[in-house]
Every structure is written in structure tokens, then in C-alpha cells.
């Protein structure tokens, strides 16, 4: 199995071309109301989602050959320019309506600066360096401490925990992974590892001053007085995170080169990647994915007609509709989402929820949308402002924009609410 996982890498690696598609009905899109200032936005987007959602929102495939290459690290080149021609011209594209590749997005792209690279990206680099990683050689085979480190730092991606440890920390951490799974007689000290993985692109150490000492010698007084903060780069933290075939790739790689055939379950288990084909599966969604899914769930319903705007009392939409107030309650963050509450009650209900009410911002018996786009999380206190009080007309302008607002923030690419 971990044959295959390489085998499948180094095709891709030597791919120099995809097979030209031909698709009679795709509309030739011109891309040329797109600037560097919206590939930038969409840049910008990217790292506020992250690589998941901002491709669940926009609806397109991980990439497979084309990354733009922006200050370290890499994005999916088409869902770049999907998203850079909404922020052009209000209405993103999506990945039907234009195609990929050398001839159209990477030449667009690199007319407006930008670095195109060709392969697969992340995986490839990542595969790369970890083929060519330099260890010590024992008698019992190569050390095994750098790959050790490597897994570790691989867990704590994928487990969404900091991406950078101090020294402090980390030596804690490594030393019963070190001992355990080191070669015998290798001493389980960590800054040898953590100091030669630092000098690769994939690995990022920072928070010290002046010179870092080479992994040889007697480092340990600088790591000591020091106290570094090291562990993947940020673009090798999140290939790892949202990609099991890249988690796959590199875990089957450091097994051949390093554990005799394959990486023991138990440090697997041990580091926090578990069986390596279901690790990102049992993860659970990220609120934003979740919400994506919600919001894309209730326009597919609207769609069918089973979410039409009905005369209904706003109480009963809200048990009715509860995909929508679902998705309002995980963007709210159990906050009031007035920007100008004055403060939510510092308590919650009996079943531990926080005290909020889901409310159309217009009301949803004289016409307004059932959406979150256009729906508010209210404290007790600003949802009795909005229905009873004097400046409700003021506070309901308030909340649309920022209902709107917010929705946008968090689901980009929706074609519901964009134009
Ligand atoms: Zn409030």
C-alpha cells in the first residue's frame, strides 16, 4: 500500500502536462477584468478560511498542477482566479465556467507577477525534501530522529494544535517519542533534530537571537538560553492538515527510507495520526465548513422550492428552518451579533446554550429572506431593542449590513447573495 502512495507522488512529480480537455460547451470566460489588487483579495481570503473552506465556498477540486507560489506558501491556482474575478466584477466564477491551466490561469496569473508553479505543489516539495533529508548513518541503519520530529509536527497539524512549540516544550514532548522509537543507544535529545531540520524550507525556526549553532557539537546551552520556537512552515503545516494524500505521501515515504518498510503503528498512534486513511476523515468540520454546507444546503432547498418565502410566523420559522438558524448560531460563535450590543447576560440556558435568538433581520412574515445572509443572533437585550424599542428601525439597517457582512466573511463564494 505505501508503494502505491509514492509510486502515485512520483507520477505526478514527472507529469509535465494534464491531458487537454476538450469541452465543446465551455464558454471562453475573458479574465482580463481581473488585477493583481483581486488575486491579492483572493489571496487574503485563502489564508483567512484556509485551504479547505476557501475551496468548499468557492466550490472547486484541490488543484493538482497549478499553485500560485505567494511569500511561502502555495494556493490552488483556478480557485485563485474564481475568486479573483468575483472580487473584479461582483460574481465569482466557478470551476465549470473556464479552465485551468498553463495556457489560461497560469499565464494570467504570471502577467500580473504572480509565481506559477507546475507540479504538484506542496506534496511535491514537501516529498522532495524529505527524500533528500541528510541523517546520521548508525549501524543499525539511518537515525531516526529528524523523521520522528517530523511525524510529531505532522500530528500536531492535523490535530489543529500550534504549529510552533518552544524548545521548552517540545523537548518535553519528543523525549518519549525519541527514546521509544530512536534508533538503539541514540540518545533521545531533541535539539540535534529540531537544529537540522531548521535548516530546510519546510521546517521554520524562529523566536531567537543572533546566530543558530549548527545540529553538532553542544547546542543544548543555546536551545536552553534561547528558547526557540520551531516546527513546519506554514504552507507544509497545511498540506498536511487538508490533504490525506499528502499526509499519506510523506508518511509512507519516511517508513521505506527510515522504519524499515513502514512508520510502527504505535507511533503513529502515538503522534496523533492514527491509521493514516481515516485520520482527516474522523476529523469533525471546521465552523466555517460547516457553515458552507448549511448555507449550500438551504439554496439547494430554495432551489427545489421546499424553502420558499412563506407567511409564517417568525417563531415557527424558527423551529421550521432550523438548517438556517443552525448556521447562524455557528457564526455568531454564541456572541450577540450586534456590533453595538451592550453587553450579552453573562449566563446561558438550562441546557448550557448561549442566550440567543435567532431573528430575520426583516421580518420574515412581511417578505424577508429565511437565510442566514440575511438573519441575526440577539441577546435578549438587543433582540427587544430591534422588536420593541425606539431606534429598532436604526438597529435593523445596522444588522442587515452586518448580517450580510458577515455572511460574505464567512461564505465568500456564494452565488446566493454575490452581484
Ligand atoms: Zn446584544
Not at 502515485?8 to 512529480?13: E, F
Not at 491531458?19 to 471562453?28: C, G, K, V
Not at 481570503?45 to 505567494?70: I, N, P, S, T
Not at 533529508?133 to 523523521?147: M, S, W
Request: overall charge positive; aromatic content about 6%.
Amino acid at each position: 500500500m505505501c508503494t502505491v502512495h509514492i509510486a502515485r507522488i512520483v507520477h505526478m512529480t514527472h507529469r509535465t502536462s494534464t491531458p487537454a480537455r476538450h469541452l465543446p460547451t465551455l464558454t471562453l470566460v475573458n479574465l482580463a477584468p481581473i488585477t493583481r489588487t483581486h488575486v491579492l483579495a483572493a489571496l487574503a481570503e485563502f489564508d483567512r478560511l484556509g485551504r479547505a473552506a476557501f475551496l468548499a465556498a468557492y466550490g472547486f477540486a484541490e488543484a493538482r498542477q497549478y499553485f500560485v507560489h505567494h511569500e511561502g506558501r502555495y494556493y490552488d491556482s483556478k480557485a485563485v482566479v474564481g475568486a479573483a474575478y468575483g472580487h473584479a466584477t461582483g460574481r465569482p466564477l466557478t470551476a465549470d465556467e473556464f479552465s485551468g491551466g498553463r495556457q489560461t490561469v497560469a499565464r494570467l496569473l504570471e502577467s500580473l507577477g504572480f509565481t506559477v508553479t507546475d507540479g504538484t505543489g506542496p506534496t511535491r516539495d514537501l516529498v522532495q525534501a524529505l527524500t533528500s533529508l541528510r541523517v546520521q548513518p548508525t549501524d543499525a541503519g539511518p537515525a531516526r530522529h529528524q523523521p520522528i520530529v517530523v511525524l510529531w509536527a505532522m500530528g500536531r497539524a492535523v490535530r489543529g494544535r500550534a504549529r510552533l512549540v518552544r524548545w521548552s516544550e517540545a523537548r518535553v514532548e519528543l523525549r518519549g517519542l525519541l527514546r521509544e522509537y530512536g534508533r538503539d543507544g541514540a540518545r533521545p535529545s531533541a535539539e540535534y533534530p529540531l537544529l537540522a531540520l531548521a535548516r530546510h524550507d519546510f521546517w521554520e525556526m524562529s523566536g531567537y537571537a543572533g546566530e543558530r549553532p549548527a545540529a553538532h557539537g553542544e547546542p543544548r546551552g543555546w536551545m536552553d538560553a534561547q528558547d526557540p520556537r520551531g516546527g513546519l512552515a506554514a504552507w507544509a503545516a497545511e498540506a498536511v492538515q487538508v490533504s490525506p494524500a499528502t499526509r499519506d505521501g510523506v508518511t509512507a515515504l519516511l517508513g521505506a527510507r527510515f522504519f524499515d518498510g513502514a512508520v510502527p503503528e504505535e507511533l503513529l498512534r502515538d503522534v496523533g495520526l492514527g491509521p493514516v486513511s481515516t485520520a482527516l476523515g474522523a476529523q469533525p468540520p471546521s465552523p466555517v465548513e460547516e457553515y458552507v454546507r448549511r448555507c449550500a444546503a438551504i439554496r439547494a432547498a430554495e432551489r427545489a422550492g421546499h424553502h420558499e418565502r412563506r407567511r409564517i410566523d417568525v417563531r415557527e420559522a424558527r423551529v421550521r428552518s432550523s438548517a438556517s438558524v443552525q448556521a447562524v448560531l455557528l457564526r455568531s460563535g454564541g456572541r450577540c451579533e450586534n456590533p453595538a450590543c451592550a453587553g450579552q447576560p453573562d449566563d446561558v440556558t438550562r441546557d448550557g446554550a448561549p442566550l440567543l435568538e435567532v431573528d430575520h433581520v426583516d421580518d420574515h412574515a412581511a417578505g424577508g429572506r429565511d437565510h442566514p445572509a440575511a438573519m441575526v443572533a440577539l441577546c435578549p437585550n438587543c433582540h427587544a431593542v430591534k422588536t420593541r424599542g425606539r431606534g429598532g428601525e436604526r438597529l435593523r439597517e445596522v444588522l442587515r449590513a452586518e448580517a450580510r457582512e458577515r455572511h460574505v466573511a464567512w461564505y465568500p463564494g456564494d452565488e446566493a447573495v454575490s452581484g
